[in-house]
């Protein structure tokens, strides 16, 4: 019997229309044929594959042999162990609720990272470093679409280190930043670095353990951005200015900390609740099991009550080697993770609660973790 080669048929009712695509558009990115395409209507965050071509549920390419948008999917069956096990030849335990990795606090020592980036400035900093010494070529990042006040989330290419300091804040509306990898390749670039939360921070280790080939072998750093759920865009005006009169344009800084903080032009200083935003949780986050971006070489976020410093999970030997070098160079300071026993137990908390997301009746993928109490 032959051996099977799932395609975009198997992806379209597996993935794309069972709730389980995150909308990452690795797919699109590594399909050889114009034959997919990305929409952001109404909130969907979704590839869709044009008609002209077999239709949306089925591929010519496909029922020829082409299977690279299955092989490209970090969501497509058995995924995880798939990963894992490329990325760090074992798979994770279920002690490893974040994935495999060590924990630690670090900040950036340049105070205009920290000031101008996230929570600490590590990432900025990081995208920097590798940027002006030779380690990539470029970096697929978030950035804001024309001056930015309208805060709505562009895929875009970083090459110098005006690019990352213009794209380092948190925006928590959804940016499918692989889209941005066509202009990186077509500039040049070999070695791209790829910043996203965990449902874009698996996609090159899955097109690595399948052999996707070229994009696998460019996207050569993950840095993964710690994740419960973005929002769609229209929280800005059903939410924000409904019911608080803050106008999108009027914003100058978001982050949250257990409510949303808003800062405004005028100086003035915001709180929203939460779980008001509940009701504008984009699609694709819904069933996503990955809080902690379990497959990048280095994970980041502020979830600690250290506002300048961001708890750093370093998965891998390049992230290590990295961070190695950047304290060296007195780049960034680290301490234990343990000098934050909150942000730990927040850590394993958000991460247990991501991972029971995923459906017991899907495909092979996450293992299913007990609830602990509290």
Excluded at 86 to 93: D, G, H, I, S, V
Excluded at 117 to 145: K, P, R, T
Excluded at 239 to 245: N, S, T
Aim: charged share 25%; proline share 5%; aromatic share 8%.
């Amino acid at each position: 019997m032959a051996a099977e080669k799932p395609q975009w048929r198997e992806l379209f009712s597996e993935v794309v229309t069972s709730g389980l695509c995150t909308g990452c558009a690795a797919c699109i990115i590594a399909c050889p044929h114009p034959v997919l395409e990305y929409t952001t209507d109404n909130g969907v965050y979704k590839p869709f594959h044009l008609d002209i071509d077999g239709g949306p549920e089925d591929c010519t390419h496909g029922i020829k042999g082409c299977t690279m948008c299955t092989r490209a999917c970090p969501r497509f069956r058995n995924w995880e162990s798939e990963i894992d096990t490329q990325r760090f030849a074992r798979e994770r335990t279920d002690d490893e609720v974040y994935g495999i990795g060590d924990v630690l606090l670090a900040r950036a020592t340049d105070e205009s990272l920290v000031e101008k980036g996230q929570d600490g400035g590590v990432v900025a900093a990081l995208l920097i470093y590798a940027l002006e010494n030779d380690i990539i070529d470029a970096a697929l990042v978030s950035g804001f679409e024309g001056d930015g006040s309208t805060w709505r989330a562009k895929p875009m290419v970083a090459r110098t280190r005006e690019d990352v300091l213009a794209t380092s804040q948190s925006r928590y509306t959804y940016s499918a930043n692989l889209l941005a990898y066509p202009e990186a390749a077509e500039g040049g670039a070999e070695r791209i670095a790829l910043v996203g939360m965990g449902c874009m921070a698996s996609a090159p280790g899955v097109m690595q353990a399948r052999k996707v080939g070229k994009i696998a072998r460019r996207l050569s750093l993950t840095i993964g951005l710690l994740c419960s759920k973005t929002f769609d865009d229209s929280i800005f005006e059903e939410l924000f200015e409904a019911k608080y009169d803050i106008k999108r344009a009027d914003i100058t800084k978001m982050n949250i900390k257990g409510v949303f903080q808003l800062w405004t032009k005028d100086g003035n200083y915001y709180e929203v609740p939460l779980k008001e935003g509940q009701p504008f949780t984009r699609e694709g986050c819904k069933l996503c099991p990955d809080f902690a971006a379990e497959h990048a070489d280095i994970s980041a976020g502020g979830i600690g009550v250290f506002g300048d410093w961001t708890l750093v999970i370093v998965r891998t030997d390049l992230g290590r080697e990295l961070m190695s070098a950047m304290k060296e160079k007195g780049l960034i300071e680290t301490r234990p993770g343990d000098d934050d026993p909150g942000a730990v137990a927040l850590l394993h908390k958000l991460a247990r609660v991501s991972r029971q997301r995923w459906p017991a009746d899907a495909p092979p993928g996450p293992r299913r973790l007990p609830v602990t109490p509290g």
